[in-house]
């Protein structure tokens, strides 16, 4: 990946997003302008994974404050951006973020300061990416054995097209390969929308071992001794420790807890939700049924296409994430280590 966010970009007063709902299968950008446009990119999944919601939203507040920065605008911009998506708990910190800086300014001083703020949370993530691959590259090593690649698993998409930087999950995945470490990644699938794709995607272009597999093959191979750790990201961490991410996140953790292995979840101080006691407080997006009865790929002249596989008045229940309760989580990576996951108080700035 280059150094810049190839995910989220200003250019003047527009900002410029990779849409991921076309990827794999092609790479497109596309310009957003206004606070709708922000708005409907990340309720979309244009843009996804709980750090870019968070920087998303922020630059939708900067295109906002654009066209106007009085108050009302300032609380419009905050309110719509709040409600497009409610398990991230990025989103909420940085909409935080751009009311305290933003909202003791006068408003003819909004404008660049909200380019400012966004700027700086970017740079942040990306900052705090580094710091988890560097923290999770320290876990992997004593797990590597000579003679054969350390076998890892992750799920969904937590790599560099879902944050700022490197990623949570992968960062560290990407530290241990450019550590010259011999490795390779069992990438699940993630249905209902695929985001397993998007990561290996990810791992192809840097050239890291992967293999997909279907989400029901993750238990197998973990008891046929072919995992060595699993690692995934999160959308919302509670001051317990209990960690909600992708749907299937749990399914591994009971898993790998069955066959004694490490379960790693990754993720920066932002994802942390200390005013949230425990999982059962967590919000979980339920999304449109249409995610599950139909599917995406490209025809035989590589045309973008859509195919049903239910019908349309089937009963669909399509939660977008589950949680795990700490007990099943070995350590949480973040940019100042990695935590015990009943230990996260510390990490609570007063
Ligand atoms: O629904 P998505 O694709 O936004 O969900 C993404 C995930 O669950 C990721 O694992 C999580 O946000 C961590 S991204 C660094």
């Not at 076309?22 to 446009?37: A, F, I, M, Q, T």
């Not at 705090?128 to 003679?147: C, E, K, Q, V, Y």
């Not at 973990?222 to 209990?242: E, F, K, P, Q």
Request: aromatic residues 4%; charged residues 20%.
């Amino acid at each position: 990946m280059s150094e810049s966010c190839p995910t989220l970009r200003r250019d003047g007063d527009q900002v410029v997003i990779l849409d991921q709902t076309r990827l794999p299968h092609e790479e497109h950008y596309v310009h957003l302008h206004d606070l709708d446009s922000a708005a409907t990119a990340i309720r979309d999944m244009q843009v996804r994974g709980a750090p870019l919601i968070g920087a998303t939203a922020a630059f939708g507040v900067a295109l906002a404050l654009h066209h106007a920065a009085d108050d009302d605008a300032l609380h419009l911009a905050l309110d719509v951006l709040r409600a497009t998506r409610p398990t991230a708990v990025n989103l909420h910190w940085a909409l935080d973020r751009m009311r305290a800086a933003l909202a003791p300014l006068p408003p003819s001083a909004r404008s660049a300061a909200a380019w400012a703020e966004a700027e700086a949370i970017q740079r942040d993530d990306a900052a705090a990416n580094g710091r988890i691959g560097n923290h999770g590259l320290a876990a992997l090593r004593p797990l590597a054995t000579t003679g054969r690649p350390l076998q890892l698993m992750t799920h969904c998409n937590a790599g560099w097209l879902a944050t700022c930087g490197h990623g949570t999950a992968l960062a560290p995945i990407y530290a241990a390969h450019d550590a010259g470490m011999d490795i390779h990644v069992w990438v699940s699938e993630t249905r209902p929308r695929n985001q397993g794709l998007l990561t290996a995607w990810e791992l192809a272009r840097a050239g890291i071992p992967h293999t997909l597999i279907a989400d029901n093959a993750a238990g197998w191979l973990m008891a046929a001794g072919r995992v060595d750790a699993v690692i995934v990201g999160a959308d919302r961490i509670a001051a317990n420790g209990d960690t909600a991410n992708k749907v299937g996140t749990y399914l591994k953790a009971l898993a790998a807890r069955a066959h004694g292995l490490p379960f790693y979840v990754a993720a920066p101080r932002s994802t942390i939700d200390f005013a949230c006691p425990d999982g059962p407080a967590i919000p979980i997006e339920e999304r449109a049924g249409d995610e599950f009865r139909l599917i995406h790929g490209i025809d035989g002249q590589g045309r973008l296409q859509s195919t049903r596989i239910a019908g349309a008045d089937a009963a669909i229940c399509n939660p977008a994430f589950d949680v795990t309760p700490a007990a099943l989580v070995t350590g949480i990576i973040c940019e100042f280590g990695i935590m015990p996951p009943d230990a996260l108080a510390s990490l609570q700035t007063p």
